[in-house]
């Protein structure tokens, strides 16, 4: 059983940045796919960047391409970090990270791990 844990969320003003972090429990070698979902009041759950590590590919949904990045942690690469810049109000929402075996894919129920998530608020 593979737990994520996240962190780095908190309060910033628009055009902040903030950069969070999802440490699996296990490292693996196995072809995975991990990914950053968030999920706003009312509204349904969107992935919003991922990492498919059999092609070291990343992907990023519009509203945050140029604005959003993830890298991962050379020394520990069960590590997954989001860094996010130019922070807007439409940002706020609780962000997840999760993990699922095989390639990438953007529903967030295909995705088996999921982490407590993280709240961001960006205020105007």
């Known amino acids: 059983q593979v737990q994520l844990v996240e962190s780095g969320g908190g309060s910033v003003p628009t055009g902040g940045s903030l950069r969070l972090s999802c440490a699996a429990s296990?490292?693996?070698?196995?072809?995975?796919?991990m990914g950053w979902f968030r999920q706003a009041p009312g509204k349904e759950r969107e992935r919003v960047a991922s990492?498919?590590?059999?092609?070291?590919?990343?992907?990023y949904a519009a509203s945050v391409k140029g604005r959003f990045t993830i890298s991962r942690d050379n020394a520990k690469t069960s590590t997954l970090f989001l860094q996010m810049n130019s922070l807007s109000p439409e940002d706020t929402a609780m962000y997840y990270c999760?993990?699922?075996?095989?390639?990438?894919?953007?529903?967030?129920?295909?995705?088996?791990?999921w982490g407590q998530g993280t709240q961001v608020t960006v205020s105007t």
């Open positions: 296990e490292y693996s070698t196995s072809y995975y796919c």
């Open positions: 990492y498919d590590s059999g092609r070291n590919i990343t992907n």
């Open positions: 999760a993990l699922k075996w095989g390639t990438c894919a953007t529903a967030a129920g295909l995705f088996r791990y």
